[in-house]
Nanobody
Framework: QVHLVESGGGLVQSGASLRLSCAAS?????????MGWFRQAPGTGREFVAA????????YYSDSVKGRFHISGDNAKSTVYLQMNSLKPEDTAIYYC????????????????WGQGTHVTVSS
């Protein structure tokens, strides 16, 4: 079993930065599985944000965050990070960490394990 815990969310103004963390336990972090971030705004579905390959070499981003967000991992700490810069009000959502994708990284249904989420609110 894998347990994921997100942290780092909060209320910030437009243009600010936040760094989200996702601590993984239950197996060796990134040993065989990619890690990803999704977000869900009220009344919408879960949207892909970013992912990092099992070896940390490859990263993937949605067009809406490319150039502003950066995903990274620390195997020693079993943690994946999402550095979010130049935040916009439309980035407001609950951000979820996930691991163990079976298919496309971009599809939420592909991911087997999920955290409980952390709230990010960006005011204009």
């Amino acid at each position: 079993q894998v347990h994921l815990v997100e942290s780092g969310g909060g209320l910030v103004q437009s243009g600010a930065s936040l760094r989200l963390s996702c601590a993984a336990s239950g197996r060796t972090f990134l040993s065989n599985h990619a890690m990803g971030w999704f977000r869900q705004a009220p009344g919408t579905g879960r949207e892909f944000v970013a992912a990092i390959s099992w070896n940390g070499v490859s990263t993937y981003y949605s067009d809406s965050v490319k150039g502003r967000f950066h995903i990274s991992g620390d195997n020693a700490k079993s943690t994946v990070y999402l550095q979010m810069n130049s935040l916009k009000p439309e980035d407001t959502a609950i951000y979820y960490c996930a691991t163990d994708p079976s298919d496309s990284y971009y599809n939420a249904v592909s991911w087997r394990y999920w955290g409980q989420g952390t709230h990010v609110t960006v005011s204009s």
